[in-house]
């Protein structure tokens, strides 16, 4: 399950891409418009920042942009940002991974099935990208 932290760090980053090349946006408009609580938001992007997907400007007409276009950043990789592994177990985690105290992988049916469904899901998470999550108006 795609954890809050995630969820809310992708509908603020889809946001910055719906607005890419106007400038940069304050968090607090960000965090209004998407519906995300303002202090959790400051935490994620402080994250963000530091990972160098985002990028803040000081001053009067600061705020927040990508640092990079939008149809260049993979949903897959702000997850693992964000979230850590997209594996539900860590011995079938590609870039977290852990091996299991209590288990034999080479037999392990359980870590098969997990590596599995990492793979289905990675099979549309490499492919997509912040554009692919900006919200659309609905047509009247």
């Given at each position: 399950?795609?954890?809050?932290?995630?969820?809310?760090?992708?509908?603020?980053?889809?946001?910055l891409?719906?607005?890419?090349?106007?400038?940069?946006?304050?968090?607090?408009?960000?965090?209004?418009?998407?519906?995300?609580?303002?202090?959790?938001?400051?935490?994620?992007?402080?994250e963000?920042?530091?990972?160098?997907?985002l990028?803040?400007?000081?001053?009067?007409?600061g705020?927040?942009?990508?640092?990079?276009?939008?149809?260049?950043?993979l949903?897959?990789?702000?997850?693992?940002?964000?979230?850590?592994?997209?594996?539900?177990?860590?011995?079938?985690?590609?870039?977290?991974?852990?091996?299991?105290?209590?288990?034999?992988?080479?037999?392990?049916?359980?870590?098969?099935?997990?590596?599995?469904?990492?793979?289905?899901?990675?099979?549309?998470l490499?492919?997509?990208?912040?554009?692919?999550?900006?919200d659309?108006?609905?047509?009247?």
């Open positions: 399950m795609l954890s809050q932290k995630s969820k809310y760090a992708l509908k603020a980053l889809s946001y891409a719906q607005h890419h090349g106007q400038g940069p946006i304050l968090m607090s408009k960000i965090a209004h418009e998407k519906k995300v609580p303002l202090r959790f938001l400051e935490n994620i992007f402080h963000l920042k530091k990972e160098g997907l990028i803040s400007h000081r001053g009067r007409f705020g927040y942009t990508l640092a990079s276009e939008p149809e260049s950043i949903v897959s990789k702000i997850i693992r940002k964000v979230n850590g592994p997209i594996a539900m177990l860590p011995c079938a985690s590609l870039n977290f991974y852990e091996p299991c105290a209590d288990c034999d992988e080479i037999s392990c049916g359980l870590r098969k099935l997990v590596a599995e469904a990492r793979d289905a899901v990675l099979s549309v490499d492919k997509k990208t912040l554009l692919d999550i900006v659309h108006p609905i047509a009247q």
